[in-house]
């Protein structure tokens, strides 16, 4: 593997900057924060640093929503600061990927502010605009994410606009070669100032079918299948016309001629569709388009070793030469310590106990480590942290808010991180956060773990750590093996080269005749130190074998 697809099986890191660290003690993440923190970061042994959004925005979805692409919004520094991130984290030998909100602007940005002042300016058509129905409604029935119609009404053009997300996002007209051109500038922008890659939201909503048909409604049977959320309307149809359309792959292509005129750059898509494995597979092969992409598959509240094999061989199946990326929790789902801990529960039916919980937050990070595919961890999961509960009072998230109680919104998996135990704010600011810390993370908070040597995070390190020396882990093919639950089983070949990967996914120690199923490999988890092969899997445990 040559030095320009350092990204192939790399480990990125993802930080919500209002959620890391507060220099400036305004009670808001910064990006001097992060480079304060930097020598954690390179501690951690990750590649690469996807930094969420931190460009100018009215924050009406927290930098989602961006009002000028070429700057940094105050909350969170200045260009000079970012320059100062960039040159610390390639110091340390860390890459610097950027989140690009190219589907959609602020409605306080400048092109928006233009546009929609009438239909025969310079910019009346770089969004998505259409006149009503003749009884005065919506265009069609598009709807928007964050619910209701994604069509808004606006006074001053006498016309409705298109926004998959908020009323305050407007959607971008990709159609118009005018604006695939200008949001390439942007993008290159970024590039000259030395980012390493760019991991590009909602990358198949960027093209609408120009006729704005109306979507199909999902069929019951599609439906009880679907494992999203049921309460949101948005989920009920099959978006077959508002996003993921053949165009997008054109465009795709024209970012990659972009991209490789900066050598070592990369890109991750992120694609949120019922279709999610088919476009993994469209946007990635050939080599011509994303060098990567993920989906949500795995932050699903499903789990279990069977919905685990099924995710991955369905896209495995699909991608062809195209590469995956794989993530357990990010800033939009609940975090995994939690989604996926009460399933299985204990044999009682009651919760785990407090090591049980240690021991299968490390199992997911276990688990996500060793699949095949690059891999994306949230700030917080190498801790072990868990959702928190936020009162309604508290919230700031506009999803949540509006879908509240059925849908809590985002904000749990957003709160700061808890950096010192006893001191306010678990360290992360002197003021009070934009989001309030969650008291159970005390216990797993930094300085606590650092000086436990089996804490999640020491244990987090070792893996990655030992992933770095595992060609077959990082690269190599991927195929699961038939072994009664609970246990979920791969192996990992690259050429000559065989890692087994063993989990046990309950709270129950599980039998494994591993003597006669596994008699010519060696154990090789980090930690055990070749160890005998053991008569079982404790609760929790995972088990790395190479053939000897």
């Not at 509240?301 to 094999?309: D, L, N, V, W």
Request: charged share 20%.
């Amino acid at each position: 593997m040559n030095q320009a697809d350092w990204w192939r099986g790399a480990v990125i890191y993802q930080i919500y900057p209002r959620s890391f660290f507060d220099s400036n003690h305004d009670g808001i993440g910064d990006l001097n924060g992060i480079t304060q923190k930097i020598d954690y970061l390179a501690s951690l042994g990750v590649d690469a640093l996807w930094v969420s959004p931190v460009f100018k925005s009215p924050m009406k979805d927290f930098g989602y929503d961006v009002s000028d692409f070429r700057d940094i919004d105050p909350i969170f520094g200045s260009l000079a600061e970012f320059d100062q991130l960039v040159a610390a984290a390639h110091e340390k030998g860390l890459k610097i990927m950027i989140d690009q909100v190219l589907n959609h602007t602020s409605d306080q940005h400048p092109w928006f502010v233009e546009s929609r002042q009438n239909n025969t300016n310079p910019k009346a058509d770089w969004y998505v605009w259409a006149d009503a129905k003749e009884d005065g409604s919506a265009p069609n029935n598009w709807l928007s994410v964050f619910g209701g119609s994604a069509w808004q009404w606006d006074e001053d053009r006498q016309q409705f606009y298109l926004h998959n997300f908020l009323s305050s996002q407007p959607d971008l007209n990709f159609l118009n070669p005018e604006v695939r051109h200008q949001v390439l500038d942007e993008t290159e922008f970024w590039l000259k100032r030395g980012v390493d890659g760019l991991r590009l939201d909602t990358v198949n909503y960027y093209f609408h079918h120009p006729q704005l048909t109306d979507n199909p409604e999902k069929s019951e049977q599609e439906l009880a299948s679907f494992m999203g959320t049921k309460s949101n309307p948005y989920n009920h149809q099959r978006h077959q016309f508002d996003k993921s359309q053949p165009e997008n792959i054109v465009f795709l292509k024209e970012l990659r001629q972009l991209m490789d005129r900066y050598p070592g750059t990369t890109t991750l898509g992120e694609i949120g569709d019922d279709r999610a494995a088919q476009l993994m597979g469209e946007y990635t092969q050939d080599g011509d388009k994303l060098n990567m992409a993920y989906c949500f598959r795995l932050l699903r509240e499903q789990t279990g070793t069977e919905f685990i094999r099924r995710a991955v061989e369905e896209h495995e199946a699909l991608l062809g030469d195209g590469w995956p990326c794989w993530a357990m929790s990010n800033h939009d789902t609940d975090r995994v310590a939690s989604r996926w801990s009460a399933s299985p529960r204990s044999a009682s039916g009651s919760s785990l106990s407090a090591q049980n919980q240690r021991a299968q937050a490390t199992l997911w990070m276990a688990l996500l480590l060793t699949l095949r595919g690059s891999v994306c961890v949230y700030n917080g999961e190498e801790l072990g942290l868990t959702q928190a509960e936020i009162e309604y009072e508290d919230l700031q998230d506009p999803f949540g808010i509006h879908f509240w109680p059925d849908f809590k919104g985002r904000d749990g998996c957003r709160t700061p991180l808890p950096w010192q135990s006893e001191q306010p704010n678990l360290g992360f600011s002197h003021h009070k956060p934009w989001l309030p810390l969650w008291q159970p993370h005390q216990a797993l908070s930094v300085d606590l773990q650092e000086a436990q040597p089996d804490s999640t995070l020491n244990k987090f390190r070792q893996l990655v750590a030992w992933r770095k020396q595992q060609v077959a882990v990082r690269l190599g093919q991927i195929k699961f093996l038939s072994l009664p639950e609970p246990i979920l089983g791969f192996t990992r070949t690259w050429n000559s080269e065989t890692v087994v990967c063993l989990f046990n996914l309950s709270d129950q120690s599980e039998s494994l005749n591993l003597e006669s199923d596994f008699s010519n490999y060696t154990d090789i988890t980090p930690g055990n130190d070749g160890s005998p092969l053991p008569a079982q899997l404790n609760p929790f445990e995972y088990l790395f074998l190479q053939r000897r």
